[in-house]
């Protein structure tokens, strides 16, 4: 996984790494050292709410989700 690119993701749907933080349950730190490859490895949880909060972004920014919640 490419930890500093899906976290460039979120911050492109203007999530700032401590909002990102909050919402998974980790310190600003840990996204932070994410972002910059200081880590390369997070705790397995870390990974896994990571991936299911960019999925969820992802989810809200498709065109389609826009059409049918109108």
Same mark, same amino acid.
């Given at each position: 996984?490419?930890?500093?690119? !899906? /976290? @460039?993701? !979120?911050?492109?749907?203007?999530?700032? @790494? %401590?909002?990102?933080?909050?919402? $998974? *349950?980790?310190?600003? &730190?840990? $996204?932070?050292? /994410?972002?910059?490859?200081?880590? !390369?490895?997070?705790?397995?949880?870390?990974?896994? #709410? /990571?991936?299911? /909060?960019? #999925?969820?972004? @992802?989810?809200?920014?498709?065109? &389609?989700?826009? #059409? %049918? *919640?109108?």
């Amino acid at each position: 996984m490419n930890w500093p690119e !899906l /976290l @460039q993701d !979120l911050s492109s749907a203007d999530m700032t @790494q %401590a909002q990102i933080a909050s919402l $998974i *349950g980790v310190n600003q &730190s840990t $996204i932070s050292d /994410l972002a910059t490859g200081r880590t !390369l490895k997070p705790a397995f949880d870390t990974a896994d #709410k /990571l991936r299911a /909060l960019h #999925k969820r972004v @992802q989810r809200r920014r498709a065109p &389609s989700e826009t #059409k %049918a *919640g109108a």
